[in-house]
């Protein structure tokens, strides 16, 4: 835990085709953190859209931000493009290299693979994409938030809530973390238990993934491509 006294800078990167849920459901944490100042980031002002279309707006751009205490990285379909964009990658290794804590959601794992930032880290992504993990050199870790040291990984979409709160306990102590979930009424109870592919239905998990197949095929091709050009050894998947 850090000290209370220290104020704490946390900023979340903010990408064209992001899932939206990966920021806003860790901001409702972490923007509630005590003595802290929560940013958002982005490579220029100009609002961008998430996945399915909503307009987020950042604070401030990339090269205006500070370095930061707490990275917030997350993921969604746009963490594509975002793989090849030097400005983000060159921003995500300096960002890591000072940062205290590092928090990665979903497919924002496969961004900071692509910075060269997941050698020998145990880690997780959403359930698409996690075959993926060992082309970055990582090891995959099958569990909803996996800590490694400073950093903490999430899973898929949701999964950034809880490891935003574990990340908030790290940093301000579990009685902060549980006011914070408190306010947020934070006790879900869905009315299906198909949240993970071990749980749902088979005809569910086959149509989920059917879904998914096109950007799946992509991303892998993708983390093939950066895995050679950052001398990893790929794995046959």
Known sequence: MIPHDTHLQIGSLLFDGLDQIDLTGPFEVLSRIPNATHRIYAKTM??????????????ATLADSPQLDVLHDPGGFGQEAAMDDEEILAWLQKQVAGAGHIFSVC?????LGAAGLLRERRATTHWASFHLLPLFGATPVNERVVV???????????????????????????????????????APEPPFDSGTPERA???????????????TAQREA???RVAARLGISAPNL
């Open 46 to 59: 100009v609002p961008v859209r998430d996945v399915k279309g909503l307009r987020l707006a950042p604070d």
């Open 107 to 111: 497919t924002g794992a496969l961004l």
């Open 148 to 186: 490694d040291g400073n950093w903490i990984f999430a899973a898929g979409v949701t999964a950034g809530i809880d490891g935003a709160l574990w990340l908030a306990a790290e940093l301000r102590g579990g009685d902060a973390a549980r006011a914070i979930q408190l306010y947020m009424q934070y």
């Open 201 to 215: 239905p088979r005809p569910i998990l086959a149509q989920a993934k059917r879904a998914v197949a096109g950007i």
């Open 222 to 224: 993708t983390a093939r």
